[in-house]
């Protein structure tokens, strides 16, 4: 046969299928008389002809088990379960999936109360399987077996009583359970499986091992183990996993560590610690807000936050902060050492540009838009303030910038649309959707995304023509466009401002620098790399790196009427022609 089922194949799989689903329906209504591989049997059947994705059949059947154990299943809900995890290792591949299928539909299930006699009858059958899991003669997953210890409740006297029922066969003595026990807990923990190790542990009351445990763990980065111990073990051992956490410098975990188990006065300084640690990275990241609001107005927080601003040669953060707090008296007593912000990144002195022009009104939209429809190529990028508040909205972009080799215009987008949104239209239009000028961006799919969002009145941002997201032609780049600009231009850029406030009016003179920088650095690197004088590592052993197979156009109506688009085109070049005319 082909890859292609005739209808007649297809007729009977859907006989089949429906055939199928009216046994199960029947089988499953009432329980009285169907014994678990049977049950099995069927609970296969449901999954093999199931037609959603895995994951959905799976949930599908966890709640079709858990409504099936209210129909009455022999003995009893709980021993019926016990009873199919012992036939369900001669079901394969789908043991393990059916296996915590059964037993999560059960834990839901005992949430409503069982019965004594079958709860009774339940932990001494699942106690048995226990042993007979470890002792090899049942085939299941070390995770079914916590499953079932947990369960169950079973505990080290369910174990004695199960093992004194083998006495006449094995010659095994009812004190024998916790050394049973505990020989299984040593062969998972050298087998590195932690998690399981600890959960028997703690499930048969059992405290033995100590700080050597907990640092075998730590080194091998079971931390949710290491953790789950320590808690078992008590307050001591809590402070000896803080300590080592600490020496480790894992901060962040022995700060949640201290947390959520009130060891404040037993390590006043690491809650500092992990904070001022929260505090760098995301200044490093340029969430200045974010981090302003985690300091919850501590002082001493705050002086760190001002002393990583100064490190950052962030001086109007530096200002701002000292004085929405009065942190003045801060800047005589905290001197940062130096730091070498002029030899560590690009400089927009150092890319010649000789202009940086804000364009917020009708004679300076139309002085810009001539200027780079003069341009071959030219730099994109746009700037919005931040929202940092869960599943809101983002902020309108604010301004837009277009740089050229030597100028970079710097655009008020939110002024603009304001006043003139249909010359800024028109103008926007002209250059964007111009075949004539290749236009560079860094990610620009997403801001031209956000763009369309923020401006959906106007049309400019719904198409574009010759539009190179570099990006996509470094298929590897580390640290996004400013590794990009160190590999290539040997510096790269600081990322201080990123996440600034662009909506205030005016702009400091570091946020325009900054702003027009993003812009003017695309510029310099198609140039840099066009005269082939990149860095060979850039070019990962290739002379020249292909440019035109990644430039992409977005022109939806051209595809519909070229000549309308063309006739609107054209209508508009001409508009702006004659704004150039007139100034």
């Known amino acids: 046969m082909g890859l292609v089922e005739r209808p007649t194949d297809l007729h009977n799989k859907k006989d089949k299928t429906d055939q199928t689903g009216t046994i199960v ?25 199931g037609t959603c994705k895995a994951t959905m059949k799976f949930r599908a059947l966890q709640q079709q088990v858990y409504q099936v154990l209210h129909n009455n299943p022999q003995p009893g809900p709980a021993t019926f379960v016990i009873q199919c995890l012992y036939i369900l290792p001669i079901f394969g591949l789908y043991c393990e999936g059916f296996s915590h299928l059964i037993v999560s539909a059960l834990r839901r299930y005992l949430k409503l109360g069982l019965n004594p006699t079958d709860a009774l009858e339940a932990k001494d059958l699942a106690a048995q399987l226990f042993l007979d899991i470890v002792g090899g003669f049942v085939n299941h997953d070390e995770r079914i077996v916590v499953k079932i210890v947990e369960v169950f409740d079973i505990k080290l006297d369910n174990v004695e009583k199960a093992i004194c029922q083998l006495k006449e066969r094995t010659d095994s003595s009812c004190d024998a359970a916790k050394t049973f026990v505990e020989h299984y807990v040593f062969e998972l923990i050298e087998s590195q499986s932690y998690m399981t190790a600890v959960s028997l542990l703690e499930q048969f009351s059992i405290r033995q091992s100590g700080k050597s445990f907990l640092f075998s763990m730590i080194q091998n980065k079971e931390f949710k183990a290491a953790d789950k111990w320590a808690i078992f073990m008590g307050k001591q051992m809590l402070c000896v996993l803080v300590q080592e956490y600490i020496d480790r410098n894992l901060l962040k975990h022995a700060y949640d560590i201290i947390k959520r188990n009130n060891l404040q006065q037993e390590f006043p300084d690491v809650y500092h610690k992990c904070k001022e640690s929260s505090l760098k990275k995301l200044a490093e990241k340029g969430c200045w807000d974010v981090a302003e609001a985690k300091t919850n107005d501590d002082r001493q927080l705050l002086e760190y936050l001002v002393y990583l601003a100064m490190e950052a040669g962030y001086s109007e953060k530096v200002d701002e902060l000292c004085d929405r707090y009065s942190l ?5 007593v905290k001197v940062p050492e130096a730091s070498h912000l002029h030899s560590r990144y690009l400089h927009l002195n150092e890319l010649v540009v000789e202009d940086i022009i804000w364009v917020d009104n ?20 746009c700037e919005w303030k931040p929202n940092y508040e869960k599943g809101s909205k983002p902020n309108k972009v604010s301004i837009m910038q277009i740089a050229s080799e030597k100028m970079v215009f710097i655009f008020d987008l939110i002024k603009l649309f304001e006043d003139v949104p249909d010359i800024l239209d028109n103008c926007l239009a002209c250059i964007l959707q111009s075949p004539r000028i290749l236009k560079l961006g860094y990610n620009f799919q ?46 790269g850029l600081n990322k201080t401002r990123r996440n600034s406030n662009w909506e205030q009016r005016p702009l400091t003179q570091n946020q325009l620098e900054y702003a027009a920088l993003d812009a003017a650095v695309l510029v310099h690197i198609f140039l840099n790399v066009q005269s082939h004088s990149q860095p060979a590592t850039v070019s990962e052993g290739h002379e020249k790196i292909e440019w035109k197979s990644h430039i992409v156009s977005r022109m939806d109506n051209v595809k519909k009427s070229k000549k309308g688009v063309r006739s609107k085109k054209q209508s508009r070049e001409s508009q702006t022609d004659q704004h150039c005319q007139s100034s």
């Open 362 to 381: 009708v004679d300076g939209l139309q002085n810009a838009t001539c200027h780079i429809e003069g341009c071959k190529v030219v730099g994109v990028d």
């Open 25 to 49: 329906v029947h089988a499953f209504s009432d329980l009285t008389y169907i014994s678990p591989v049977v049950f099995l049997y069927l609970l296969k059947e449901c999954y093999i002809h």
């Open 446 to 491: 997403c801001d031209i995304k956000q763009l369309a969002h923020s401006y959906g009145d106007l049309e400019c941002f719904k198409q574009y023509e010759m539009l190179l997201d570099v990006q996509n032609v470094f298929k590897e780049p580390q640290g996004g466009l400013s590794g990009l600009a160190k590999k290539i231009l040997g510096a």
């Open 328 to 332: 003045k008296g801060f800047l005589d």
